[in-house]
């Protein structure tokens, strides 16, 4: 099994900055990719960025050049720092990691851009 655990969110002004992060736990070889999703009300789930083994990465285009995921492998550890934040990047953020076999969501992390 495999546990995660976000922290980070929280409210923050237009503008602004956050780091969120997912440590995982548990059974956690055989990584294929971990990511970042989110889901505001009354909106489906999207995808915000992704970080693949190989450290290739993928953003949703309304997030590039303020959005950088990355990893930290010693620590088990996927980060996503939030710059230049907005109003419409209020969501709850939900950490994802894929196996080879399996795939495990977080509980997920609130993150309110309001004035």
């Known amino acids: 099994q495999v546990q995660l655990v976000e922290s980070g969110g929280g409210l923050v002004q237009p503008g602004g900055s956050l780091r969120l992060s997912c440590a995982a736990s548990g059974s956690i070889s055989s990584i294929l990719a971990m990511g970042w999703y989110r889901q505001a009300p009354g909106k489906q789930r999207e995808l915000v960025a992704t970080?693949?083994?190989?450290?290739?990465?993928n953003y949703l285009d309304s997030v590039k050049g303020r959005f950088t995921i990355s990893r930290d492998n010693a620590k088990n550890t996927v980060y996503l720092q939030m710059n230049s934040l907005k109003p419409e990047d209020t969501a709850v953020y939900y950490c994802?990691?894929?196996?080879?076999?399996?795939?495990?969501w977080g509980r997920g992390t609130q993150v309110t851009v309001s004035s």
């Open positions: 994802r990691l894929q196996r080879v076999v399996g795939d495990y």
């Open positions: 970080i693949t083994s190989g450290d290739r990465t």
